[in-house]
């Protein structure tokens, strides 16, 4: 939840001048002063005893301050008008629903006309607006309803929201008499646009000019959801200060928000003023309770308070106003969310055929283009890259990837590229991104060129003060022309609308469930066809052959195989292998690789020819594949040993003093064009043996693969001759390992 803007260490101290420089601070909703065309009152009950009172008192009442605080109410508006205000108050329910309370007050022996307004603070405290009245009366709800029955019908019958714009202004210009209605529509930022104006013919026309959202700092559009209505019948008046200033219950300023006699902020009247405005009255447009625009009524010619009856009735064509705004941007919003929705489902739906990349189902027909206009796309997901439309070369394409990854969210966006991050990209290419931001650097883009556009300003809303002096002090108050002012926008798209952004999140959930899916089949596939290649170990008399393998944490499977056969002359091989990668692409190489080289050792070459052979293969047939290896001819009569070395890692030698890495060259791994091989002979006796393994069970992200190795060693003299692949990568185990592992055990009897 957002801060309370009337809440907050960062207020101004009552009495602190105020400027430009600090009035988005003002506390405006505790003024300690009223407009003087009424008498507020704080009563605290049961007793109705004033606590608080405006000194315009004396001016309206002929009582003094001091005469009328610490007395009942009654004291001041009469007996029987204090027993018909603690009855309205005693009433169960809102009391801004039964004001006003139509009072008629002796003052100096002549009965005047008082509209009571009454509202609740805490502290048991009831305050009272008594304003002066004016207009027909008895005020009645139903009343108010006749006086706008025909604009309610007619915005009922509106077509489009600039109807109903011109509806509401031309409606309350009539009820209420201002020189000039307009209707205010607020953007995200808060800046303001005038949509629909009603005015005296003479009058310069304010329609299509926009307004920055510092004319109405945060606080005061706070205030203006609190309260619906607010009006200033005299720009001129003097406030009336309430007295004291701080609650004698509470000890603090009376809180303001719904008072219709609040004092205003004196930059607000100087702004005004700059603008010729005599008299002015505002009514929120709310939607979903928050602010989304305003009817601003102005009066040029001096004064002007239209009755409380017609205030009533504006607000209520105000509150209309806001329900049929409300539905017409539903209804086009619904419109073009069921549109976005079939489309999505369309994109969806072609994401299901598994046997077709991902990237292609979203660059189909239809395509991401036609979920969100756009100039052009940049999809990257499960290696497949597709680009469309207008895309920047690969260098500036990065750049914006770089600066959407940095932004840490799934869904990032932008109209303004050039200020969001800095980027050097030609706006006229990519001014605007949204971007669906994925694992392992996938991705989808939409990109947006400049969309230049003109937007007429009320004034130059760069040149938002002038310098007023003040005896020996300079202060910043409004600016005081607000003609026409044309600014050009430039290096911004189009905006990317929340509906947009909303497809965008809905899309990229089925595209990660998508990519789940498709990880998980093609790990049960890869598992699958590991497995089934993985021998039953195979008996050797005179020797004990154990192995073990074990997919990386997550089960991702990769290229981990091992291999155990005898050869017609006798001999016996073992082949421990890691190709790289992960899934059902590394596991197919494995089995490739696997396959040939039995294939060449059982045809009766050498074992270095064997291992040169499948070089050749791989280089030549499987471009891009790279493995390494560790192949051992083993004489099962004799104890020797022929072994190649391919990249792998360095097997371990069993012995009855301790584990040491055997003494073997190293050749280059598998997949090298042109690279020779060559082999090692040792002899294995009785009750010694070897260790092979994958890179896998010693790769520490913490840790040096040599202190890793030097630990395996460690942790096999401690398991002495009951060494078996099973009890060496148990006593290795890492559960949080990033690659498969693979161990075989051979030791002699």
Not at 315 to 335: K, P
Not at 393 to 419: F, H, K, M, N, Y
Request: hydrophobic content about 40%; overall charge negative.
């Amino acid at each position: 939840m957002s801060p309370d803007p009337f809440d907050g260490p960062d207020l101004l101290a009552a009495g602190t001048p105020v400027d430009l420089d600090n009035c988005a601070r003002e506390p405006i909703h505790i003024p300690g002063s009223v407009q003087p065309r009424g008498v507020f009152v704080v009563a605290q009950e049961p007793h109705l005893t004033i606590s608080q009172v405006s000194t315009n008192v004396a001016e309206l009442f002929g009582r003094s301050c001091e005469e009328v605080l610490g007395r009942p109410i009654g004291e001041l508006v009469g007996v029987a008008q204090a027993a018909a205000i603690e009855r309205t108050a005693a009433v169960f329910g809102d009391l801004r629903e039964r004001n006003p309370l139509e009072l008629v007050i002796d003052v100096h022996g002549k009965d005047v006309a008082f509209d009571a307004i009454l509202h609740r603070a805490t502290g048991r405290l009831l305050l009272v607006e008594l304003e002066l009245a004016t207009g027909p009366r008895p005020f009645s709800f139903p009343n108010t309803y006749q006086a706008v029955r025909g604009s309610v019908a007619e915005l009922n019958r509106a077509s489009n929201l600039t109807e109903l714009y011109d509806i509401t202004a031309r409606a309350v210009r009539e009820l209420t008499g201002f020189d000039r209605v307009m209707v205010y529509r607020y953007d995200a930022d808060y800046n303001g646009e005038v949509v629909a104006e009603a005015k005296r013919e003479d009058l310069n026309a304010f329609l299509g000019l926009h307004y920055p959202a510092s004319d109405i700092p945060a606080q005061a559009r706070a205030l203006y959801e609190k309260n619906w209505l607010r009006i200033i019948d005299d720009v001129n008046y003097t406030p009336a200060p309430i007295l004291p200033v701080d609650n004698p219950a509470t000890g603090r300023p009376i809180d303001l928000t719904h008072a219709t006699l609040r004092s205003v902020s004196p930059i607000h009247i100087e702004y005004l003023k700059n603008m010729g405005v005599s008299a002015s009255m505002s009514i929120s447009l709310m939607r979903d309770g928050r602010l989304w625009g305003l009817i601003a009524c102005h009066h040029y010619s001096g004064p002007h308070l239209p009755p409380y009856g017609v205030r009533a009735a504006a607000e209520f064509l105000g509150s209309t106003l806001s329900l049929r705004l409300v539905d017409r941007v539903q209804d086009e919003e619904l419109r073009t969310r069921l549109a976005g929705q079939a489309v999505l489902a369309k994109i969806v739906a072609a994401m299901q055929n598994q046997f077709e990349p991902l990237s292609a189902a979203l660059s189909g027909a239809p395509d991401l283009l036609d979920l969100v206009p756009a100039d052009g796309i940049a999809i990257n997901l499960e290696g497949h890259k597709v680009t469309r439309g207008s895309v920047p070369d690969d260098a500036r394409l990065a750049e914006i990837l770089a600066w959407c990854r940095d932004q840490g969210a799934p869904i990032v966006d932008t109209d303004c590229l050039s200020l969001s991050a800095g980027s050097e990209v030609d706006p006229a290419l990519v001014s605007g991104v949204l971007a669906m931001m994925l694992a392992d650097g996938q991705y989808a883009l939409w990109l947006r060129g400049e969309h230049r556009r003109a937007v007429d300003w009320g004034g130059d809303p760069t040149n938002k003060a002038i310098a007023v002096q003040e005896g020996d002090s300079v202060r910043l108050s409004p600016r005081k022309s607000f003609e026409r002012w044309r600014e050009v926008v430039q290096n911004r798209s189009a905006a990317w609308l929340p509906t947009e952004r909303a497809d965008a999140a809905t899309l990229r959930q089925s595209i990660v469930e998508s990519l789940y899916g498709r990880a998980e089949r093609e790990v049960r596939l890869a598992e699958t066809l590991q497995r089934s290649l993985l021998p039953d170990v195979p008996e050797l008399p005179g020797w004990r052959l154990s192995a073990r393998y074990e997919p990386a944490a997550g089960g991702r499977i990769g290229g981990d195989w091992y291999d155990a056969f005898p050869l017609q002359d006798g001999r016996f091989v073992l082949v421990l292998g890691d190709v790289a990668g992960h899934g059902i692409a590394a596991a197919g190489t494995m089995a490739q690789l696997r396959n040939a080289l039995r294939a060449y050792l059982i045809d009766g070459g050498s074992l270095v020819g064997a291992v040169e052979r499948l070089n050749d293969f791989t280089t030549l047939l499987l471009p891009g594949a790279f493995a390494t290896l560790v192949a051992s001819c083993l004489d099962p009569a004799s104890g020797d040993v022929e072994t190649v070395l391919a990249g792998h890692p360095v097997p371990l030698l069993l012995d009855a003093q301790a584990s040491r890495l055997a003494p073997l060259s190293p050749s280059p791994p598998i997949g090298v064009r042109g690279a020779s091989y060559r082999s090692a002979y040792l002899t294995l006796g009785p009750d010694e043996g070897m260790v092979l393994y994958s890179d896998g069970l010693v790769e520490r992200r913490d840790e040096d693969m040599s202190d890793s190795v030097q630990q395996l060693a460690a942790e096999i003299d401690r398991l002495g001759v009951s060494a078996s692949a099973r009890s060496v990568f148990e006593a290795h185990r890492r559960i949080d390992a990033p690659d498969d592992r693979t161990v075989v055990v051979v030791r002699r009897d």
